[in-house]
């Protein structure tokens, strides 16, 4: 099972990036999936969430309400953030997350840093 984060780097405050987790090794439809971060000397945070299937279930943190959209695309088996007027605050190591009942799956995590 891999899950393959990709799409970070570094912005300036205002700006946008997506990014991307592309999973092989399981069957992506069955999979709540979802989008967490890590900044520095922090704990790690869930961003947003999708229920599997047509992920007509979405979640978000406060904190990135009307400028997160996660999505998903279970043909391609790749999950999606959107990440639009980015803040310091924001920067943190990103990790997308799988998981179907007791079973759970992370990436590597995708780094973004947005500067002030």
């Known amino acids: 099972v891999q899950l393959q984060a990709s799409g970070g780097g570094l912005v300036q405050t205002g700006g946008s990036l997506r990014l991307s987790c592309e999973a092989s090794g399981i069957t992506f439809a069955k999979y709540d999936m979802d989008w967490y971060r890590q900044a520095p000397g922090k704990q790690r945070e869930l961003v947003a969430s999708i229920s599997r299937g047509r992920g007509v279930g979405i979640k978000y943190v406060d904190s990135v309400k009307g400028r997160f959209t996660i999505s998903r695309d279970n043909a391609k088996s790749t999950l999606s953030l959107q990440m639009n007027e980015l803040e310091p605050e924001d920067t943190a190591v990103y990790y997308c997350?799988?998981?179907?009942?007791?079973?759970?799956?992370w990436g590597q995590g995708t780094l973004v840093t947005v500067s002030s």
């Open positions: 997350h799988a998981k179907w009942g007791n079973v759970d799956y």
